[in-house]
C-alpha cells in the first residue's frame, strides 16, 4: 500500500502516531534501519517533539507536534517487553544530525545509553568509516518477516510481497555486518554527545 504523507497527516500528526499501535502490539520481532533521525522506536519526547514538528511545517499540516511526540513515546513502549525483540541500525552521521537545541539532542542520546542495557534489543551504528558492502537506503521497519514499511520524502509504503520482504532481510543483514555494537557503539553514542559542547 502507498499512502501520501500530506494525505495520512491531514487533521495532523498524533492519528498517524496512534494509527500503527496495534502493529506494534502484535509484532514480536522488529528490525529497524534509520539513515536519516534516530528510529522512532527510542525517540524522546523532546526529539520526536522537534522532529514532527518539521514535517509539520514541511507538509504544511497542522503542526500536533507535542501531542504527537507523547504518542509515538507511548507507543514505544512495547521495547520494554522482554518477550519482543528488537534490532535496530542507524548510520553514525544520525547521531549528529540535530533535532532540537543541545539539551534535547544530549536527552535523546543518553537516553540510547539506556536503551544499550535492554536485553532484547539489539542497537548498531554503521561507523562512517565503514567500508560499505551496502549503499545507504531509505529508512524501513520489518515486522515479523510479514510485512515492510518504508519512508520516502512523500509516501509510507507498505510491502507485503514475500519475495521483496526477502529483499529488505537480506539488505538488513548486510548492513549489520557493517555496524558496530555493544562498547563500541557507546564510544561513538558518547563522542557525539561530547560534540554537543
Known sequence: MYREWKRIHTGGLTRAQNSVVPLYQRTRHMRVYCSNVIPGLVQTV????????????????????????????????????AG?????LVEEDVLYFRFGDSEVMSRQLTYLLS????????????????????????GFVIYDDAQVQ?????????????????VYLRAFRELSGMAVHGSAARTLIQEAIDSLG
Request: a negative charge; glycine letters at 4%.
Open 46 to 81: 523532546g526529539y520526536a517533539s522537534a522532529l514532527l514538528s518539521s514535517i509539520a511545517e514541511f507538509e504544511n499540516v497542522m503542526n500536533d507536534a507535542e501531542e504527537a511526540a507523547i504518542a509515538r513515546v507511548a507507543r514505544s513502549e512495547v521495547i520494554y517487553d
Open 84 to 88: 519482543r525483540r528488537f534490532a535496530m
Open 115 to 138: 536503551i544499550l542495557a535492554l536485553p532484547n534489543v539489539s542497537f548498531g551504528i554503521i561507523p562512517r568509516a565503514a567500508i560499505r558492502k551496502m549503499w545507504t537506503l531509505e
Open 150 to 166: 518504508v519512508e520516502t520524502l512523500s509516501a509510507d509504503m507498505n510491502i507485503t510481497r514475500p519475495g521483496e520482504i526477502t
